[in-house]
C-alpha cells in the first residue's frame, strides 16, 4: 500500500494497456489521515492483476470521485484516471450499463430499461475513455478493453488508432438473439465490438450468439468464430473461461496467520459440525434469496440442526443508489431476520449475515474454515468465488454447491450442481453435500482442485493474448 504522494507523471505510455470501467485501486483512509490506495477486492481486478505486473502495462479507468486526478503509479501498476460526472455516474454507470445491460445480459431476471439519455451518456464516456486511451498507448500497442460498460471503445479506438492490436473480453453472459436484440442500440453495441482484433466470451455459447447476431443483424460474413468485417478485417470470436491467481490463493490460505484466524472463526460461530458458506456481491443475479431460504426451510423443518450446521453468508455492498439493489439490501435483512428470529437461540443464530467487504486474507481463512461453498447464482459470467474456495482448500477435503446457469459449472463438474430456481432441489443438494462420506469428498475435490490449478489466471491471459498478438492458431 503506497500514499496519494507516490509517482506522477501528466501523459504516460505503455506498450501494454488495459482499460476497465474502475481503476485496479480504491482510495482508503490511513489510520494517520493520510489516504491511500489498495488493490480492489472485484473479481476483474483479481483476475488482471498479475498480468498487470507481468507486462508492466497501464491500467486506464475512473478513480471513483468526481474530482480530477493525474496519472501516478502505487503497487508495482501504472493508473490512468478517467474522470466521470455525478450525471454520468448516474446516466452511463447506473443507468444504461446497470439498469439496461445487465439485467438484460442476465436472461432479464429484472427489467431492463431503455432511456434515450442513458445511451447518449454511454456513448459520451466511451468515447473518453477512446480518446484518453488513444493518448496512452504506444505505436503498435496491444489493448485490453474490459467488460459491458465499454463495449463502444473498441471501434472508437481503432478510428482513433488503426495501428493497435485491440482485444475486448465481456465478463458476463452474453445474451441469446431473442434477448439481445430488445436494446434499441443492438447494432451500435455490435459494431463497437466488432472494433477489437478479438472478442473473448467466457462461454462458447456467447461467442456462438455474437456470431450468428453479427451476421443476422449487420449481415457480414462469418465461419465459425471468424466475421468478416465491411473494412475487410477479421474478427475472431472465441471463448476463454476466466479464472484466478490459485497458487497465490493457496500459498496465502496456508500461511499462518489465515490458518490461525480460519480455527477463530469455527470457534467463534460454536465450532459446529457443518458450516456452509456463501460470499457475493449483493446482486439479485445471485440467487440470494433462495439460498437462504432453501437452508432457513432446512432448520426450521428439523432437518439442519443449528448447532451442528450454520451458513455464514457475506454479501458485499454493491450499487447502493440503484433502487433494485437497495430493495434486495431490505429483503435480504428481512429474511436473514426472521429465519434467526424463528429458529435461533440467544448468541447462536443459524444464520450469520454479513453485510460488508473484507480483504483477501480475511476471505481465504473463510474459504478455509468452510466445508460447504455455496454458489447459486441465478445466472453469471463465471464465478471467481467458486474458484477461490477450491484454490483455499489444503487437502482434498470439503464440498463445492454450484447453480447450473454460473460459467463455472461448464469446468468444474465434479461439484454438486444444482437448479437454484427449484428450492427443493436446493434442498436436498445441501443435505447431500453435507452428508456424502469423506472418501466422496475426496474424490470430486481432487478434480476440482486439478481443473483450477491447471487452468489459471496465467493461463487464460495467456492464451488470450497469444491469440490476439497472432502468436496462438
Known amino acids: 500500500m503506497s500514499s496519494d504522494k507516490g509517482k506522477t507523471s501528466s501523459t504516460p505510455t505503455a506498450s501494454f494497456v488495459v482499460v476497465a470501467n474502475r481503476l485496479a485501486v480504491d482510495r482508503i483512509e490511513n489510520a494517520d489521515g493520510t489516504t491511500g490506495w489498495r488493490t480492489s477486492p472485484g473479481g476483474l481486478v483479481t483476475a488482471l492483476e498479475p498480468v498487470m505486473r507481468a507486462n508492466d502495462g497501464a491500467w486506464i479507468g475512473w478513480h471513483g470521485a468526481p474530482e480530477k486526478l493525474e496519472p501516478f503509479s502505487t503497487n508495482g501498476m501504472q493508473l490512468i484516471p478517467v474522470e466521470l460526472s455525478e450525471t454520468e455516474v448516474a446516466q452511463y454507470y447506473e443507468g444504461l450499463s446497470n439498469g439496461t445491460l445487465w439485467p438484460l445480459y442476465h436472461d432479464a431476471i429484472e427489467n431492463p430499461q431503455f432511456h434515450r439519455e442513458w445511451w447518449d451518456s454511454y456513448v459520451s464516456v466511451n468515447e473518453r475513455f477512446a480518446d484518453r486511451t488513444a493518448e496512452v498507448a504506444e505505436e503498435g500497442a496491444v489493448v485490453w478493453v474490459q467488460d459491458y460498460q465499454l463495449q463502444l471503445v473498441p471501434a472508437m479506438l481503432r478510428r482513433r488508432r488503426p495501428d493497435l492490436r485491440i482485444g475486448f473480453f465481456l465478463h458476463i453472459p452474453f445474451p441469446p438473439l431473442e434477448l439481445f436484440q430488445?436494446?434499441?442500440?443492438?447494432?451500435?453495441?455490435?459494431?463497437?465490438?466488432?472494433?477489437?482484433?478479438?472478442?473473448?466470451?467466457?462461454?462458447?455459447?456467447g461467442a456462438q450468439n455474437f456470431v450468428r447476431l453479427v451476421r443476422q443483424r449487420l449481415h457480414l460474413q462469418t465461419h465459425r468464430d471468424r466475421v468478416r468485417t465491411a473494412d475487410g478485417r477479421t474478427v475472431l470470436a472465441r471463448a476463454y473461461p476466466i479464472s484466478i491467481d490459485a497458487s497465490g490463493f493457496n500459498e496465502m490460505a496456508a500461511s499462518p496467520s489465515v490458518e490461525q484466524r480460519a480455527k477463530q472463526i469455527r470457534h467463534d460461530l460454536g465450532d459446529p459440525r457443518t458450516i456452509f458458506l456463501g460470499v457475493d456481491r449483493l446482486d439479485y443475479t445471485k440467487g440470494l434469496r433462495q439460498r437462504i431460504r432453501a437452508f432457513g426451510e432446512l432448520v426450521r423443518d428439523g432437518r439442519l440442526d443449528p448447532?451442528?450446521?450454520?451458513?455464514?453468508?457475506?454479501?458485499?455492498?454493491?450499487?447502493?443508489?440503484?433502487d433494485q439493489y437497495r430493495q434486495l439490501r431490505d429483503d435480504i435483512d428481512m429474511l436473514v431476520g426472521r429465519i434467526n428470529g424463528e429458529t435461533g437461540r440467544i448468541g447462536r443464530p443459524p444464520i450469520t449475515y454479513l453485510h460488508a467487504s473484507y480483504p483477501r486474507e480475511e476471505m481465504a481463512a473463510l474459504y478455509r474454515a468452510a466445508d460447504i461453498m455455496?454458489?447459486?447464482?441465478?445466472?453469471?459470467?463465471?464465478?471467481?468465488?467458486?474458484?477461490?474456495?477450491?484454490?483455499?482448500?489444503?487437502?482434498?477435503?470439503g464440498a463445492l454447491v454450484l447453480s447450473e446457469f454460473a460459467g463455472a459449472a461448464k469446468e468444474l463438474r465434479q461439484a454438486y450442481l444444482v437448479n437454484p430456481y427449484d428450492i427443493n432441489g436446493l434442498k436436498e443438494r445441501l443435505v447431500e453435500a453435507m452428508n456424502d462420506s469423506p472418501r466422496v469428498h475426496a474424490r470430486r475435490m481432487r478434480y476440482l482442485r486439478k481443473q483450477v490449478f491447471e487452468n489459471d489466471i496465467d493461463r487464460w491471459a495467456s492464451l488470450f493474448l497469444e491469440d490476439l498478438t497472432g502468436r496462438g492458431s
Open 182 to 205: 430488445q436494446l434499441p442500440w443492438r447494432n451500435q453495441i455490435l459494431e463497437g465490438m466488432l472494433g477489437a482484433d478479438l472478442v473473448g466470451f467466457q462461454l462458447p455459447g
Open 374 to 397: 455455496v454458489v447459486t447464482p441465478l445466472r453469471d459470467g463465471m464465478n471467481l468465488v467458486a474458484k477461490e474456495f477450491i484454490a483455499c482448500r489444503q487437502d482434498d477435503n
Open 307 to 322: 448447532d451442528e450446521a450454520v451458513l455464514v453468508q457475506v454479501a458485499a455492498p454493491s450499487r447502493d443508489r440503484v
